[in-house]
């Protein structure tokens, strides 16, 4: 907090808690809300706006606020990790009041702070508070820009949107300009409010991990707009980014035409916050967390999302008559494994498909445990109508005319398109053949799904050896694949990747899958071939 601003607070210690309030505050904020701001959500006209294990953030409304509502953010810590952290650091509440008066002093619109408690022992904050005022009429602006996707299209809307792409880049403009970085900037860490019919205001909130420096390096720039544009509706066409970006430069004082130059920068920016943040969350679905919770046992670990707290398998995870399908739901069935290391596998590789939004059965419970009498167990969510993909193909005859040959096109145009998702997202799975997958009939397309396996690792970005090593695996064990049927397949994968991949790469790919077809032999009965069902060639 600047010195200069020190006369305008008040400081008071209350109990064990050191407050700093806005001294036109302070008189009624001391009196009705620090006293018991420890227990404020079970008070008259206090909403509930989120809740965690270590974190409540609650709206205050009349009688308690005065002059609007009030957003409290709480926070506790606990452990010596936490300890010896904020010992040296500040915690995240200071931050952002500290934050927040510095972006004031910028005129830059943020949110505006009433109050901030800290509650310490031994030198290291145990509980902090931060309490500010609500920005009324505003709503996030993932939420602003979606439902403004759902409107039908009309001139009004790319008038709407190029507004709003205008005051976005003039807002980055100023914060970048005054030498703020924002770590976590996503749409919904931006509040828009519609300002009339030509304008917006937008204010910036969660400010506890922006960071002010003397100038912004080109890379901080970059990744400012790839944070931005990666989670936002409007700016998933590349058109729209790329008239985001000359906005960008020319509020910077450049020409609108240097966005050429930084366009390339930016999607890299944007794969790599992609990768980090896959990274980040693999491990959420193995301790406890907002949906999931882990629980240790004598002779078992059980791991379950907490809207299945009461189910059988989770009230007694080792009687066996609990996994039996009578007892079950009709939609959950129940995957059963020797091996506890396998079945964690398993679970993991689940959660990272579908975290990489690759269509898998959806995993609810994992029971390792560790008497051998009793197998480990997932439950999972049933697919309706689901088959293996090998069984589905097996119905079609190797020479397909009218409806029966376009089903069965639309079917490995499905599959090719699942299999250049999985490629793009660094999916690498290492048994990729026709028995891994099951398909399922949905509205107007086939589902395609990966099926429970543990055999595939998560990288940043797949070589062109390993995407061509899964095509030409899974085509390989497809027997009614003729060397026709197999190119046409090829053919689709690559046209769903050239949206990610440049011309020269696709020609470099095609020539290396001519070359591994000719080696294995893919004869036009689909009959010779070197490398057998199932098997791979690398």
Known sequence: MPARDLQSFVVEQQRDVHWTVRSDCAEWFLTDIAPHYQQIEKEKGVEVIKQSMRRVVCRVGPPLARDGNLIIKRQAFSGVSYFLKYVLLRNKAAQEWRIAWRLAEANIPSFMPVALGERRKWGSVTECCLVAEEISGAEKLSRYTESLGQQPETKEKHLQIRRLLRDL??????????GIYHPDLHGANILVRPKGETAYDLFLIDLHAVWQMRGLLSWHEHRTLALLARGLYV????????????????????????????FPAVKRQMRKRQCELFEARDRRCMRTSTNFIDRRDNDCRIIFRRILADHPLVTDPLDKSSRVQPNLSKQYEVTEYADHLKARAVWRTIH??????????????????????????????????ARL?????????????????????????????????????????RECIASSLIVARGKNDWDVLFDLTSSVTFKRHLNDNEKIDMLVQFAASVPSFTRTAAWRFYQICFRYSRRWMRRDVVGRIWRKVHDRLSSNQIMHNGVDRKCTSGASDS
């Open 389 to 429: 993909l090998s069984e589905r193909l097996e119905e079609y005859p190797a020479v397909a005319k009218g409806q029966v040959f376009v089903e069965k096109t639309t079917l490995h145009k499905a599959v090719a398109k699942r299999l250049s998702a999985a490629c793009v997202n660094g999916v690498k799975h």
């Open 235 to 262: 700016l998933r066409n590349d058109a729209k980014l790329a008239t985001l970006i000359a906005d960008y430069q020319q509020a910077r004082g450049r020409k609108r035409e240097s966005w050429r130059k930084v």
């Open 352 to 385: 990272g498909l579908r975290l990489r939004r690759q269509s898998a059965p959806r995993p609810h419970v994992l029971v390792e445990s560790h008497d051998p009498k009793v197998p480990s167990c997932i439950l999972t969510e049933i697919v309706p109508d």
């Open 169 to 178: 880049a003039q807002l980055l403009g100023r914060l970048n300009g005054a």
